[in-house]
């Protein structure tokens, strides 16, 4: 419970300082586009602030509501989905098709930096609390 409490006040701290990654991922996916990297950038800042937002509102819900947490992490997973094919379609103009597979492309180059993050995160903490005892 310790650890579920530690990632969660730290979780939206490390997701807003992986924006950088996600704009690298952006940038990846969209290696042919005369687009300035700032642009990307900028897009994974606004992309962080709506999975933020998402998080906040469903923490308000479980609080107030307390429904399953299953179906709210489902909620944001799902919404965050749709909302990153929206948001892919409307600045960089893409079809609908394309929009949809690059948004799964950059989504699975994210999560693998976010994964290789967090697995170094728990190493270096396995290691300090190693050395503490």
Known sequence: TEMIRIASQYFPIILLLTAPFLAFSLNLIQRRSRIPRINHFIFA???????????????????TVAPPMNLLQNTMIVGSCIYLVFAYRRVYATSWIKSIVKSLLTSF?????????????????????????
Not at 45 to 63: N, P, R, S
């Open 109 to 133: 180059i994210y999560l693998i930096m976010l994964l290789m993050i967090f697995v170094a995160i728990f190493i270096v903490a396995c290691i300090v609390v190693a050395n503490m005892s």
């Open 45 to 63: 800042l606004h992309y962080t602030a709506f999975l933020e937002f998402m998080m906040i509102c469903i923490y308000i819900l479980y609080l």
